[in-house]
């Protein structure tokens, strides 16, 4: 017996011994694993910093942050006054109050601007003292004041690269790196003709690797063809939508919503950049509206909250994402209002949809890589090795989408493109090839909205990524103001 014990605890010691026996939870083996999240995070950072430049340091912190900044939208199908005045007591401020305070002062400096240009004989009115220092209160110390925005000097003011000219490669603007001809993706692949301009680190089952910077090729498919592009100076608010937020740099959190007299709860909270697509589509009284891929329903619900759409449909293309609009609506919206038949849910391919001259304003907010929300969750992470093809065919698939939204819409309709990524080839890249598309295949001719003045009142609570944007707008997340990313652009269709 002595013998056996001995040789069963000399076994256990070779057995614990061998240099290559540990299990794939030992410290040297998770020391080298990457989780999807920090393959997401190593994309992001050979990608983005040579988009953003020296922003990219703060978008990556702002990024990283497990807790980002909310809005509250009011449910109008609850007890409206009550809870704006609730909001109101906590310090959360009107987003369309805010914005209206901030248009006035624009207005303020453009002509005392004017006035010194034209040399006119009277001087503006005097602005007492204490105006002057209210007016400073509301921007912060670190964000330029809209003297400089609006340039109070004698120069006019420009808008640089939003003038209809003939496209350029994007890569000759943002694109620095230097391209190694050999880590391009094979184009033998049986892959569309945009997957090897989609980001990926490596692609399942070759050799070669594909940088980051090549998809700017995206660009190229669609570089000469010219864009109509025309500025838009108002960011409309319909009257009865009400969204509250917090002033810059102040990150309290909204209490959780309660149930109100009807049944439903109060507000809706969701990323502050989320309203701004919502706005974009400019909600008149009886427009038909389609959210062609509305999970989980949060600017779907925006939209009914202007009691303006003769109807709106929400529809994607899953049951479980179908089912996740249904919960948020039967949480927001009253049986009263559901028995009506203004709102919708339906299961479709937003690529099929043939509903031609049906909706007359069509929001597009696609599946995209969800920028923010991948560095958080490993589950489902779009940058698992298993989801390498579906995150290379993005960019097709998006741009088909769009370019489906543009032959359907009615003629005189908007369409509003929007993501939640800061990708370039995602955001402005499927805009041009959709636009180019349309054109092709159905002779549509339509105009993107410029917003940048119309946005400029936005400017104290959202950080713009200026000058980087060729046809919509980006808001970048910051650590003073910690929400987006979101892109979106407004196109509407002439003929």
Same mark, same amino acid.
């Given at each position: 017996?002595?013998l056996?014990?001995?040789?069963?605890?000399? !076994?256990?010691?070779v057995?614990?011994?061998?240099?290559?026996?540990?299990?794939?939870?030992?410290?040297?083996?998770?020391? !080298?694993?990457?989780?999807?999240?920090d393959?997401?995070?190593?994309?992001f950072?050979?990608?983005?910093?040579?988009?953003?430049?020296?922003?990219?340091?703060d978008?990556r912190?702002a990024?990283?942050?497990?807790?980002?900044?909310?809005?509250?939208?009011?449910?109008?199908?609850?007890?409206?006054?009550?809870?704006?005045?609730?909001?109101?007591?906590?310090?959360?401020?009107?987003?369309?109050?805010?914005?209206?305070?901030?248009?006035?002062?624009?207005?303020?400096?453009?002509?005392?601007?004017?006035?010194?240009?034209?040399?006119?004989?009277?001087?503006?009115?005097?602005?007492?003292?204490?105006?002057?220092?209210?007016?400073?209160?509301?921007?912060?110390?670190?964000?330029?004041?809209?003297?400089?925005?609006?340039?109070?000097?004698?120069?006019?003011?420009?808008?640089?690269?939003?003038i209809?000219?003939?496209?350029?490669s994007?890569d000759k603007?943002?694109?620095?790196?230097?391209?190694?001809?050999?880590?391009?993706?094979?184009?033998?692949?049986?892959?569309?003709?945009?997957?090897?301009?989609?980001?990926?680190? !490596?692609?399942?089952?070759?050799?070669?690797?594909?940088?980051?910077?090549?998809?700017?090729?995206?660009y190229?498919?669609?570089?000469?063809?010219?864009?109509?592009v025309?500025?838009?100076?108002?960011?409309?608010?319909p009257?009865?939508?009400?969204?509250?937020t917090?002033?810059?740099?102040?990150?309290?959190?909204?209490?959780?919503p309660?149930?109100?007299?009807?049944?439903?709860?109060?507000?809706? +909270?969701?990323?502050?950049?989320?309203?701004?697509?919502?706005?974009?589509?400019?909600?008149?009284?009886?427009?038909?509206?389609?959210?062609?891929?509305a999970?989980?329903?949060?600017?779907a619900?925006?939209?009914?909250?202007?009691?303006?759409?003769?109807? +709106?449909?929400?529809?994607?293309i899953?049951?479980s994402?179908?089912?996740?609009i249904?919960?948020? @609506?039967?949480?927001?919206?009253?049986?009263?209002?559901?028995?009506?038949?203004?709102?919708?849910?339906?299961?479709?391919?937003?690529?099929?949809?043939?509903?031609?001259?049906?909706?007359?304003?069509?929001?597009?907010?696609?599946?995209?890589?969800?920028?923010?929300?991948?560095?958080?969750?490993?589950?489902?992470? @779009?940058?698992?090795?298993?989801?390498?093809?579906?995150?290379l065919?993005?960019?097709?698939?998006?741009?088909?989408?769009?370019?489906?939204?543009?032959?359907?819409?009615?003629?005189?309709?908007?369409?509003?493109?929007?993501?939640?990524?800061?990708?370039?080839?995602?955001?402005?890249?499927?805009?041009?090839?959709?636009?180019?598309?349309?054109?092709?295949?159905?002779?549509?001719?339509?105009?993107?909205?410029?917003?940048?003045?119309?946005?400029?009142? +936005?400017?104290?609570?959202?950080e713009?990524?200026?000058?980087?944007? !060729?046809?919509?707008h980006?808001?970048?997340?910051?650590?003073?103001?910690?929400?987006?990313?979101?892109?979106?652009?407004?196109?509407?269709?002439?003929?």
């Amino acid at each position: 017996m002595a013998l056996l014990f001995n040789k069963l605890k000399l !076994k256990q010691f070779v057995k614990t011994c061998v240099r290559y026996g540990h299990g794939k939870d030992h410290w040297s083996r998770v020391r !080298k694993r990457k989780t999807p999240k920090d393959k997401a995070l190593e994309h992001f950072d050979e990608f983005y910093a040579n988009v953003y430049g020296d922003s990219w340091p703060d978008i990556r912190a702002a990024l990283l942050k497990t807790e980002s900044k909310y809005m509250a939208v009011v449910n109008n199908f609850s007890d409206t006054e009550r809870i704006r005045s609730e909001l109101e007591s906590i310090g959360a401020i009107n987003l369309k109050a805010m914005y209206d305070v901030q248009k006035e002062n624009i207005e303020f400096f453009k002509k005392k601007r004017e006035a010194k240009m034209n040399n006119s004989q009277e001087e503006s009115a005097a602005t007492p003292e204490d105006q002057l220092v209210e007016i400073k209160k509301m921007y912060p110390s670190s964000y330029p004041n809209l003297l400089q925005a609006i340039k109070t000097d004698d120069e006019p003011v420009k808008h640089e690269g939003r003038i209809p000219v003939p496209l350029q490669s994007i890569d000759k603007d943002l694109n620095e790196i230097s391209l190694d001809m050999n880590r391009i993706i094979d184009p033998t692949v049986n892959l569309s003709i945009l997957h090897e301009y989609v980001p990926a680190t !490596k692609i399942k089952g070759l050799e070669d690797w594909a940088l980051e910077s090549d998809h700017y090729k995206f660009y190229i498919k669609a570089d000469d063809f010219q864009i109509n592009v025309e500025k838009e100076d108002v960011l409309p608010f319909p009257k009865h939508l009400h969204a509250y937020t917090f002033e810059r740099e102040n990150n309290t959190r909204f209490p959780s919503p309660k149930h109100g007299s009807t049944g439903v709860l109060d507000y809706y +909270l969701f990323d502050g950049a989320s309203i701004l697509p919502v706005l974009a589509l400019d909600i008149q009284l009886g427009d038909r509206v389609l959210d062609m891929c509305a999970a989980p329903g949060g600017k779907a619900l925006a939209i009914l909250q202007t009691l303006m759409p003769h109807i +709106l449909v929400a529809n994607d293309i899953q049951e479980s994402r179908v089912n996740r609009i249904k919960k948020v @609506i039967s949480q927001y919206v009253s049986d009263v209002y559901k028995t009506e038949d203004l709102f919708i849910v339906t299961e479709r391919d937003a690529r099929w949809i043939d509903e031609t001259d049906t909706y007359n304003k069509i929001l597009v907010d696609v599946p995209c890589t969800t920028d923010r929300h991948i560095l958080h969750a490993e589950d489902n992470n @779009i940058f698992k090795p298993s989801r390498i093809k579906e995150r290379l065919r993005l960019p097709e698939i998006q741009s088909d989408i769009l370019a489906n939204a543009l032959k359907i819409v009615a003629l005189g309709g908007t369409v509003v493109y929007a993501t939640c990524s800061l990708s370039p080839v995602q955001n402005d890249g499927v805009v041009q090839v959709a636009l180019k598309k349309a054109w092709q295949e159905n002779n549509a001719v339509m105009v993107v909205k410029d917003m940048t003045e119309a946005l400029l009142p +936005l400017q104290t609570i959202y950080e713009f990524a200026a000058g980087r944007m !060729k046809y919509g707008h980006i808001v970048i997340p910051s650590l003073k103001n910690n929400w987006g990313p979101m892109y979106f652009c407004k196109i509407v269709k002439l003929e």
